[in-house]
Every structure is written in C-alpha cells, then in structure tokens.
C-alpha cells in the first residue's frame, strides 16, 4: 500500500517524464495489399541460400506467401543458378553453379505467374575483414510496476554482444541477428515401448531488435562491449535445452543503409523525437513499371556465426516441462511436438 | 485657502516646470499653461505620465477616463497619455489591472500636465477583471489579431502543476494552438513554432519552454504583461513570419523591499526586489526552481529511480533613473533544464541573455529606445551507452542592436521607426565522447553565420474617431557570411552528397550570399457603429532563421539554422479581416476574424533525413509552399461575479512540396496537412469569485487530433515485421479534450498577502493521444498499434504563495 499512497503524487512524473502511457489502440487505416515483398539473399557459406517470397496484407497480419514463381540468380561472371520452391512461399538456392563469394556482385531475378518481371539492382557482397564477437547471455530478474501499481518480477533472458571490430581502410557495415532453436522432449509414459521423437523447432528471434554498426564511427580497433542484442522472457523453451544463433552480418553501404532506416521504422515509440515515418522500398523494380512499390531487400553479405546454448540447468528456478502434470496434458505439443511452427526431427548438424 | 489662491499657486508651479508635480488623490486641482492655448477647438491638451509607484517605471496601457463624458485615453509605452478636453470640472479616473485605482478632480483652463503614480493592488482586493484593457479597446485598437493579458490575468486561469503559465494561457486564446502536449512552443494561425519571434524585454528566446513543454520558462512573478501580434505585426517587429509573442519582465521596487514566493510539490520561486539608491535605483531578482527528484527516487521501478528531471531559472535587472526622462537597465536571464532516463539518455539546455535598455524621453512628442541584447542558446543530447557513451551539442549566439524612436503627434499620429542589426553564429555541433569505455569517435561539424538589418517605419494614424490606419515599412537584408565551405552540386540532379561536384571555400566574413526585400505592413479599422468595428490588414514578412526539427514537434536538441545558399529565406504574405462588436455597455466582447496566409519556401524534410552532425543539411531538406487560413470565433465576459471567455477557431494548415525530381516531392507534390494542422478548436474559461476571499477558475479544451502518417501493411525482414506508412500526414490521432479547474484561497493568514491554490489539470484524467505507432508484440509476426499519452490521469497540486 505505500506505493498506492504515493501513487497519486509519483504517477504523473512517470507519465509526463518517461512516456510509458500507452494503450492498444485500434486505429483503422486503407491497406496496402498485394504489393511484392521479398526476404533473403546469398552469403558466403556454401549454402543453401533461402528466399522467401509475398504480398502485404493488412497491418496486423503477416505477408502472405507468394508460390509458383521463377526465380533466378546470375553473378557478374554470367553464372546463373534457379530456385527451387520448398514451400510456404519459401525458396532454396543450392548453390551448385552460383556460390557466394565476397568481392562478388549478384542479380536477382523473379518471375511471377501474372507476367510481371522484377530485377534487383546489382548487390556486390563485401570484403572487408568481420568483427571478432564474443557474445553472451545472463539471465536478470526485471521489476516492473503494472498500471495497477503491482511489482511484477519478469525473469528475463538477456544476450549481449563483446566484439572487436578490425583494421580496414575501408568502411565496414554490420548487423546482428539472433535466430534460435530448442528441443522438445515430449511425454514419455513410464515403460512405454516407444517415445515421441525429440524436436527441434526452429525460432527466427524473441526480439525485434536491429543492431547496426558503422565501424567508422568508432576508433581504430575499438571493442564493441555489452550491446544488448536480444531481451526475452523464460519460459517453456529453455525447459530443455536451448540454442542461439548469433550472427554477423557484413554488408555494404546500400544495404547498411536500408536497415539504418528499418531500424529508424522499428524503433519509433510515439514521442516528440520519432521522425516522421516514410515508405521503406528496396533493390527491387518491376521491368515494366518502375512506379510499383516492392518491399524487401535482396543481400550479399559475410556471415559469422556464435551459437550459445542455454540449458534447464541454468535456469534459477523450476520450470514447467512435459514431464508435470497436468502440463504434459494441457500442451498438445507433449504428445507430438512435430506440428509446432518450425518443427523438425533431425537434429541440426551443429547441435551441441 | 480660497480656490483663486490655488489656482495661482498651482499656474505658477505649471509654467515654472511643465512636467506637474503628482497630484494628491481627490484634491481638488487646477491645471493649466496659458502661453499654450489651443483656441482653435477651445480644447486643452491633458497631458502626464503613469507609472508604477514601486519603481516610477512607466505603464503602458493605463486606461484614462473622464466620468460625465464617457471620454477618454490609454497610455503608451512610455507611460505618456493625452486628452483633450474644453475648459472646465472633471473627474478623471485612472485604471489598470493589478494596480489600486486612481481618481483626480481637476479643472481645465489651459494646457496642462498631470502625472498618475499607482500602485500595486494586493490579489485580496483585486476585480474579477479579465482584460488587461480599456473594454472597448477590442473596437478601437487598429491592429487586427492582438492579444494583451497581463500575469494578474492570467493567475486566474487553472495552473499546471501549481504554476500559472505565459503559453498555456495563449493556447486558450483562438488561433494559438499546440501539437500536443510535451511538445515545446507554440503554433500561432497554422504557423510553424520557428515562425514565433518571442521576445523577453526585446531579446530573442530560441527556446521558450521548461520540461519538454509542459511549462514555459517565463516566471510568472517576473513578467510583467505580454502582448501577441497575430493578425497585423507592426513594423518594429521582423524575422519571423507568424507571430510575435512581445513580454515585458517586471523592474524592482524602487523604494521598499519586496519578496515574492510560492512552494508546490514539485517547484519553488522566490523573486527579491528592492532599492539599491532609494527613488534612483533598483534591482530585483526572481528564480524559479524545480525539486522533482525525490519523487522519482520513490518509485521502485529501477529505471526511473535512477532519472533525473529538473529545471531552473533566473531573471535579475538592475534599473537605474537619471531622471524621470531618463534610465538605463540591465537584465540578465537564464533558463536551465536536465533530463536523464536512467543510463540511456539525457538531454540538457540552457538559454542565457544579457540585455541593456536605454530609454529616454527627448520630449513631451518624441522619445527613444536603445537596446543591445546578447543570447546564447545550447544544448546537449546525451548517449549514456558505456560503448556509445558521447553528447551531442548545438547552439546557436546571436548580438542584437536596436534603436527605435517615437514620435506622437496630438492624439492622431504615433510613428514608430527606426533600425536594427543582428549577427547569428550557429555554434558547432559536436559529437564528444565520454568516459574511459566509449569507443564513438569525436566529431565536429562547424555551423552556418549570417546578419540581418532592418530599417522601418510605421504610423498608427487616427483619421477620424471612425477611421484609424496603421500603415509601415520594413526593409530587411540578410548576408551568409563565411568562413564557411559551400558544395556545389551537379546541375539538374537531386542534391545529395552524390551529386557533389566541387566546394568553395569562403574567408571569414565574407558575404557569400544576400537576400533582401521590402515588408509592408497595413491594417485599417472603420467603425461601423458606436459598439462595433470592421479591421483589415495585411503584411509581408521575411524569416532568415529556421528551425530544423525534423520530429513530430520541436525537441531541445533542434538545430537552429541561418539561410544560406541553399536554404532560402520563408516570405510570408499575411491576410486578416475582423468584425468587432462590444454589447451590454461592453460586458460582453465579442469578435470574428478571418485569417489567410501564403508562405514561400516553407522547409520540410526529405524521408529519412538525417540531420545530426551533417555538414551538408541542404541534401536533407525540402522547401515549399505552404497555406493556411481560417475562422476565429471569441467572445469575452469581461465583468460580473462569472468572467471568461469562449474561443472556437477553424483553421487549416497545409504544405506543398513539389520538387523536380521524385526524392523532392512529399505525397507525389499534392498539398498535404502540417504536423499541428487541427481544424477544430474550442476553448473556454470561466472564473467565479465567490466572496472576497475565494475564487473558483476552469478551463475546458477541445481539439480536433493531429495528422499522422499511419500503417497501411507490413512486410519481414528476416524476423522482424517492418511497418508500411502511409503518405505523410493522411490520418488522424483522435480528438483531444481535457478539463481543468482551480480553487484559490486569498489572505490564508491573517495580515499576510498569501493565497494558497488547489488544482486540478485533465480533472477527467483523459489519456489524450499524442501519438500512435506501431509494434510487433513478442511472439507475433505482425504489428499492433498503440496510443501514446503523456498524461495519463488527473494531476492535482497545490501550491502556496505568498507576497510581503
């Protein structure tokens, strides 16, 4: 009760000073439907290399995938290599006849069932030496006072970033990414004669966070220390056994410079220094009508990966897992944990 | 003593010395000059000063009236006023608001001088009055669009967190509005806040408010009045195209010590005046003082308990009076704010001003004014991210001089001129690392100079009691001066740092380019009837100054940038046409006004502009057209136990940016809505005495929301869903309306001149919307919007205040 007695003098300074008033608020708006998005590029791993292709839907709804195109990639040595559809809108290169290398230009090209042809400008994959990254993780017990005025303990899972960016005469442009993957070990009934396979679901990220970096912006050989990359809460995908994938991305300018402005639209949070928001177009055009609006940004980039792995041991307090009654009754995904987004069997080849 | 006796005696004083001694309060006086005659009309020239008892200063705008006649005059800037009336008995009778009226029985047989001294009246005593003017000065003022409070007004109105405040009472006038709440400045008919010249005692204030813009950093026990030109501006005033908002700060007590204070929750003042040579000269020195801290360390949320907010300010003057035609005063001011979120960032500013005036009175018909104003203005925005840790700074210094004379003729002519000169220096934005882990490297980008002169004249002529015209000139020029290096860009390409072909390197003082144009300025009123009155007016202005804010309003941290090559001068052309009609023996004001503005190279910016620390601003920025017009709707109570006012103003604020080429145009060169363009807006106050001792105030505001961009559709990018925008400005946050009511307690303790005041601000704790974006909540792949308010519920204070 002493916080609800000061509440009525503390309130409206947490309001006016630090702008946490903020309500879900509907806010109808016309769509922009069925404009062309596309996800994806070439590294420098030997493959396979996705793409994702689809058409903006509403605000609130994610794109939908586009099937059925032909898609195509040719290098600045006239090597060509097609696509192939996985599915769900998603496309794999091998990488048989076009790897990526650095120092080397890409084009893509995507043909649509309706005729329409689109080209992406020519994105050549940097060669400038990439950060040394040491990232880690901690786990943090975070306070926060609800708008009733109750203290609510969210134990979080934080990743930082530690990395030492290298001599170059020459810019460097980087990003880092977090992608995760966790076992699942469904119920397995004492003396059953066979148990559900383990899974591995696969997780993009539990955070929306882009982290860029020029590395003229910095002093010669400076570290890069504690950059928060990724801040989640725990819950029943640490309650086995956990894996992120750190990676950096080396880019170029122009593509540094599209996810400066991603990251400009991402991070806007309604106060007076938000700058007025603009339409995010990429590399991409329609051969016929260069006025057609297409989202998304075709990259060559360096990659270096950093997986870490979380265990249930590491977490400072008991979690709930398929093996707990009623749990491993009330979560399907106890019986058969196949049909979870991102599901698969095989265990990955890095898994540790 | 027989009345010829007296009448001798006091003839004698007159011609020995024309400026008359005071008067005592209801005596009988005889005033006249023989060797000044006006045979012609058979009338007599009345003539005095009114000044303020507690420091001689002059009082402006003092109304004069002659009982029987329903005749009568105010007072000018110098104090001075004049009558003219034929031979014979008055009662004359001198009024202001804040101050104790006065009375003199006098008789007319020639020429005469009669000075009025009043003093201060304590708030105990004080007249449920609402205008700082003669009633019917809404009718009779020439000038379109001006508005005339003082602070005695405006303590009426509720206070925000216990303080009474200079804009937020503007803002309940029609035609003055603001983006929202938090946002600093104000917009004055569809203007930008930069189009604002905002003047303390004369020198420009580049940044007018305290804590984001929830208060102004005018000290409410320093100011005097302020007066805000609108509709017409006289030609006095340039280099802003929209408003001026004119302030007058308060000079000490020339004959006694003063102290003036409150204490709230959150902040405290305390103003000091007094003699420092009885009669000659004076000081006084008021600050104000924010403690907020100790609430945020009571909060158990780690983050804000680890914040700092605060603010402070200083006014201190020094008023020295050679004679009663003569002083000379030196003002300082200084305004401080520091804000800190935790240990990830902060922002701080500080506004200073040196200001020597020099005023003297040459004549009873001409007197002078001389003024030379230094402001500084910097500001820091912090990175407390150990890696990034680094503050940005900025700032702009600027050196004013200005001399302006006037010259008043019988009652028909007032012509104000004369000239000024103001040297900007923006200072150099610097990027500067702190502490030993910030890995950021130091940058500098040095900042553009210029100058701007200006001649001027203007006349306020009274042709006829029905027909009076203020009519003037200004001639500016404005010189971007070097050192300075200018990019030139390929010819018929968008400018951008790859269209770059060659620089040109300019010697210190060098005029690189010149800009220059005439401003006239006219405004006309023609009397309709005995209540009521038709005005127009139109002026040209021209802006060499802007303000680059590229957020959803201004921020601390904006850059202040003078033309230059690329960044051309704004010209506006002004429109306004009133009616204006008093009712009831003029208890009730009333007025319509209509307003239409054209502006020329208005900036905005292109997408994505990137204006920190860029040495090359015109590759980000966009001039254009912009408009703005509409209908203001006022009418005043101005007497009775229930004062107060109802405004509604309908008004439109649009901008066209149609460039050559794609990347110049915004909304494909269609006209678009600006930031703070809200259509509808009502406003009204109303206040209530209840007994001598209490006082009841509430203010109601209505506002259509401001235009926002909103999103139309998402797409991935890898995991994260990026938000699609809609053209620029194409929707609308939703309507704003807040409450708030005050209740104030005069004489608390016995004998003491105190009040002590409870208020309530948003009394319907309405989380009014200040602006909507977008986020992509954990676990989903698509966006949800969110309303922001930055006032989440009612906000009550209390504050006590207390003069002796």
């Given at each position: 009760m002493r916080f609800s007695k000061r509440t009525i003098f503390c309130f409206f300074i947490l309001l006016i000073a630090f702008n946490n008033c903020r309500d879900e608020f509907s806010f109808t708006t016309l769509t922009l439907e069925n404009h062309l998005v596309v996800d994806g590029g070439i590294n420098d791993t030997s493959g396979p290399y996705f793409l994702k292709l689809g058409t903006t839907t509403s605000?609130?709804?994610?794109?939908?995938?586009?099937?059925?195109?032909?898609?195509?990639?040719?290098?600045?040595?006239?090597?060509?290599?097609?696509?192939?559809?996985?599915?769900?809108?998603?496309?794999?290169?091998?990488?048989?006849?076009?790897?990526?290398?650095?120092?080397?230009?890409?084009?893509?090209?995507?043909?649509?069932?309706?005729?329409?042809?689109?080209?992406?400008?020519?994105?050549?994959?940097?060669?400038?030496?990439?950060?040394?990254?040491?990232?880690?993780?901690?786990?943090?017990?975070?306070?926060?006072?609800?708008?009733?005025?109750?203290?609510?303990?969210?134990?979080?899972?934080?990743?930082?970033?530690?990395?030492?960016?290298?001599?170059?005469?020459?810019?460097?442009?980087?990003?880092?990414?977090?992608?995760?993957?966790?076992?699942?070990?469904?119920?397995?009934?004492?003396?059953?004669?066979?148990?559900?396979?383990?899974?591995?679901?696969?997780?993009?990220?539990?955070?929306?966070?882009?982290?860029?970096?020029?590395?003229?912006?910095?002093?010669?050989?400076?570290?890069?220390?504690?950059?928060?990359?990724?801040?989640?809460?725990?819950?029943?995908?640490?309650?086995?056994?956990?894996?992120?994938?750190?990676?950096?991305?080396?880019?170029?300018?122009?593509?540094?410079?599209?996810?400066?402005?991603?990251?400009?639209?991402?991070?806007?949070?309604?106060?007076?220094?938000?700058?007025?928001?603009?339409?995010?177009?990429?590399?991409?055009?329609?051969?016929?009508?260069?006025?057609?609006?297409?989202?998304?940004?075709?990259?060559?980039?360096?990659?270096?990966?950093?997986?870490?792995?979380?265990?249930?041991?590491?977490?400072?307090?008991?979690?709930?897992?398929?093996?707990?009654?009623?749990?491993?009754?009330?979560?399907?995904?106890?019986?058969?944990?196949e049909y979870l987004p991102g599901s698969t069997l095989p265990q990955p080849s890095w898994w540790f | 003593m027989s009345l010829h006796f007296l009448s001798f005696i006091l003839a004698s004083v007159i011609l020995a010395c024309p400026f008359q001694a005071r008067s005592q309060e209801r005596k009988f006086v005889l005033l006249g000059d023989s060797m000044s005659i006006n045979r012609s009309n058979n009338k007599f020239a009345l003539t005095g000063t009114v000044t303020q008892s507690e420091d001689n200063k002059p009082l402006q705008g003092v109304a004069l009236f002659v009982d029987g006649l329903k005749y009568g005059n105010n007072s000018d800037v110098n104090g001075k006023y004049i009558i003219y009336l034929p031979p014979g008995k008055y009662r004359l009778t001198a009024r202001h608001i804040g101050k104790v009226p006065s009375q003199r029985l006098v008789a007319i047989y020639a020429n005469g001088v009669l000075d009025f001294e009043m003093g201060e009246r304590s708030e105990t005593l004080e007249e449920v009055v609402v205008t700082a003017r003669k009633k019917e000065d809404n009718i009779k003022e020439v000038f379109t669009g001006m508005v005339k409070l003082n602070i005695s007004e405006i303590r009426r109105l509720p206070a925000f967190m216990g303080e009474v405040d200079v804009i937020k009472s503007l803002q309940m006038l029609p035609g003055v509005t603001s983006v929202g709440e938090g946002s600093a400045g104000f917009n004055v008919r569809g203007g930008r806040v930069d189009q604002n010249l905002v003047l303390m005692d004369g020198g420009q204030i580049f940044n007018s408010s305290h804590a984001l813009g929830l208060l102004s950093n005018f000290n409410p026990d320093v100011v005097q009045d302020f007066t805000l030109y609108k509709g017409n501006?006289?030609?006095?005033?340039?280099?802003?195209?929209?408003?001026?908002?004119?302030?007058?700060?308060?000079?000490?007590?020339?004959?006694?010590?003063?102290?003036?204070?409150?204490?709230?929750?959150?902040?405290?003042?305390?103003?000091?005046?007094?003699?420092?040579?009885?009669?000659?000269?004076?000081?006084?020195?008021?600050?104000?003082?924010?403690?907020?801290?100790?609430?945020?360390?009571?909060?158990?949320?780690?983050?804000?308990?680890?914040?700092?907010?605060?603010?402070?300010?200083?006014?201190?003057?020094?008023?020295?009076?050679?004679?009663?035609?003569?002083?000379?005063?030196?003002?300082?001011?200084?305004?401080?704010?520091?804000?800190?979120?935790?240990?990830?960032?902060?922002?701080?500013?500080?506004?200073?001003?040196?200001?020597?005036?020099?005023?003297?009175?040459?004549?009873?018909?001409?007197?002078s004014e001389f003024s030379a104003v230094s402001g500084d203005y910097n500001s820091k925005l912090f990175d407390f991210d150990i890696a990034n840790a680094r503050a940005l700074t900025n700032g702009i210094k600027y050196f004013q001089l200005k001399e302006n004379f006037l010259y008043t003729y019988q009652e028909k002519h007032a012509v104000n001129f004369g000239a000024e000169a103001v040297f900007y220096n923006g200072k150099p934005e610097k990027s500067i690392p702190f502490g030993s882990n910030s890995t950021t490297a130091g940058q500098q980008v040095e900042k553009d100079r210029g100058r701007e002169f200006a001649a001027y004249a203007n006349e306020e002529y009274t042709v006829t009691p029905g027909l009076s015209i203020s009519g003037g000139l200004r001639y500016s020029l404005y010189q971007y001066l070097g050192a300075d290096t200018v990019y030139h860009y390929q010819a018929g390409q968008v400018r951008s740092a790859n269209s770059m072909t060659d620089t040109a390197y300019y010697s210190n003082g060098a005029v690189i380019k010149t800009y220059q144009g005439l401003e006239?300025?006219?405004?006309?009123?023609?009397?309709?009837?005995?209540?009521?009155?038709?005005?127009?007016?139109?002026?040209?202005?021209?802006?060499?100054?802007?303000?680059?804010?590229?957020?959803?309003?201004?921020?601390?941290?904006?850059?202040?940038?003078?033309?230059?090559?690329?960044?051309?001068?704004?010209?506006?052309?002004?429109?306004?046409?009133?009616?204006?009609?008093?009712?009831?023996?003029?208890?009730?004001?009333?007025?319509?006004?209509?307003?239409?503005?054209?502006?020329?190279?208005?900036?905005?910016?292109?997408?994505?502009?990137?204006?920190?620390?860029?040495?090359?601003?015109?590759?980000?920025?966009?001039?254009?057209?912009?408009?703005?017009?509409?209908?203001?709707l006022f009418i005043k109570k101005t007497s009775g136990p229930w004062t107060g006012w109802i405004?509604?103003?309908?008004?439109?604020?649009?901008?066209?940016?149609?460039?050559?080429?794609?990347?110049?145009?915004?909304?494909?060169?269609?006209?678009?809505?600006?930031?703070?363009?809200?259509?509808?807006?009502?406003?009204?106050?109303?206040?209530?005495?209840?007994?001598?001792?209490?006082?009841?105030?509430t203010n109601f505001n209505y506002s259509t929301g401001r235009p926002v961009s909103a999103v139309v559709t998402n797409f991935p990018a890898g995991s994260v869903a990026i938000p699609v925008y809609s053209d620029r400005n194409q929707y609308r946050i939703p309507s704003y309306i807040r409450l708030d009511i005050s209740f104030t307690i005069n004489s608390v303790f016995k004998k003491v001149d105190d009040n002590l005041s409870f208020s309530i601000y948003n009394l319907l704790g309405r989380r009014n919307a200040y602006s909507v974006y977008y986020q992509q909540p954990f676990g989903s792949d698509a966006l949800q919007s969110y309303k922001l308010s930055i006032l989440g519920s009612a906000l009550p204070s209390i504050t006590y205040n207390i003069n002796f």
């Open positions: 605000p609130d709804r994610p794109a939908n995938p586009l099937t059925a195109a032909i898609i195509t990639i040719t290098d600045n040595h006239g090597l060509k290599e097609a696509y192939h559809e996985v599915g769900n809108g998603q496309y794999r290169l091998d990488g048989t006849i076009v790897k990526g290398t650095p120092g080397v230009g890409y084009v893509l090209e995507i043909s649509l069932p309706n005729g329409k042809v689109y080209r992406s400008t020519t994105e050549i994959m940097p060669n400038v030496p990439p950060a040394l990254d040491s990232p880690y993780w901690t786990i943090v017990n975070e306070k926060v006072i609800s708008s009733e005025g109750i203290v609510i303990n969210n134990i979080m899972l934080k990743v930082f970033l530690t990395s030492q960016l290298q001599v170059s005469s020459t810019s460097g442009y980087l990003r880092w990414g977090i992608d995760e993957v966790y076992s699942i070990f469904p119920y397995c009934p004492p003396n059953a004669i066979s148990c559900p396979p383990i899974c591995y679901v696969f997780k993009p990220t539990s955070s929306y966070n882009i982290v860029l970096v020029k590395t003229t912006d910095y002093a010669t050989n400076s570290q890069l220390s504690n950059i928060l990359l990724q801040s989640q809460g725990v819950d029943y995908t640490f309650s086995s056994e956990h894996i992120l994938n750190v990676t950096q991305y080396s880019m170029n300018k122009s593509n540094f410079e599209y996810w400066t402005k991603a990251q400009e639209l991402i991070m806007k949070r309604g106060s007076i220094f938000d700058t007025p928001p603009a339409k995010l177009t990429g590399n991409i055009t329609n051969q016929s009508d260069a006025n057609e609006i297409v989202f998304g940004y075709f990259e060559a980039t360096m990659q270096r990966i950093n997986r870490l792995k979380v265990s249930r041991g590491n977490i400072p307090f008991y979690l709930v897992s398929c093996y707990d009654y009623p749990e491993r009754l009330y979560y399907s995904f106890c019986q058969s944990c | 501006i006289p030609a006095q005033f340039g280099g802003r195209v929209s408003s001026v908002l004119e302030l007058r700060t308060r000079t000490g007590d020339m004959s006694k010590y003063k102290f003036k204070g409150g204490l709230g929750l959150l902040s405290g003042r305390l103003t000091v005046e007094g003699p420092i040579i009885k009669e000659k000269t004076s000081f006084i020195i008021g600050s104000r003082i924010s403690y907020s801290d100790w609430v945020l360390r009571a909060v158990q949320n780690t983050d804000v308990r680890n914040s700092a907010a605060s603010f402070y300010d200083i006014n201190a003057n020094i008023t020295h009076r050679f004679s009663q035609r003569n002083s000379l005063s030196l003002s300082y001011y200084k305004g401080h704010d520091y804000f800190r979120f935790s240990n990830q960032f902060g922002y701080d500013y500080t506004t200073q001003l040196i200001n020597l005036r020099w005023k003297v009175i040459l004549s009873e018909k001409f007197s006239p300025r006219v405004s006309i009123r023609l009397a309709i009837s005995p209540n009521g009155s038709l005005k127009a007016s139109y002026n040209k202005m021209r802006q060499y100054i802007h303000l680059i804010s590229n957020g959803t309003a201004p921020t601390p941290v904006d850059i202040w940038q003078v033309s230059n090559s690329y960044i051309l001068p704004q010209i506006a052309n002004n429109f306004s046409l009133g009616y204006f009609r008093n009712t009831i023996d003029n208890d009730f004001e009333t007025s319509i006004e209509a307003f239409y503005k054209l502006t020329s190279n208005l900036v905005d910016y292109k997408d994505f502009a990137h204006l920190l620390l860029n040495r090359h601003l015109e590759t980000e920025l966009l001039q254009g057209k912009g408009k703005s017009y509409g209908l203001e405004s509604y103003t309908y008004s439109r604020s649009l901008l066209k940016i149609d460039g050559t080429h794609p990347e110049e145009k915004i909304n494909r060169g269609n006209w678009y809505p600006s930031n703070y363009d809200k259509p509808n807006n009502l406003a009204i106050t109303a206040n209530h005495k209840l007994g001598k001792r209490m006082r009841f105030s």
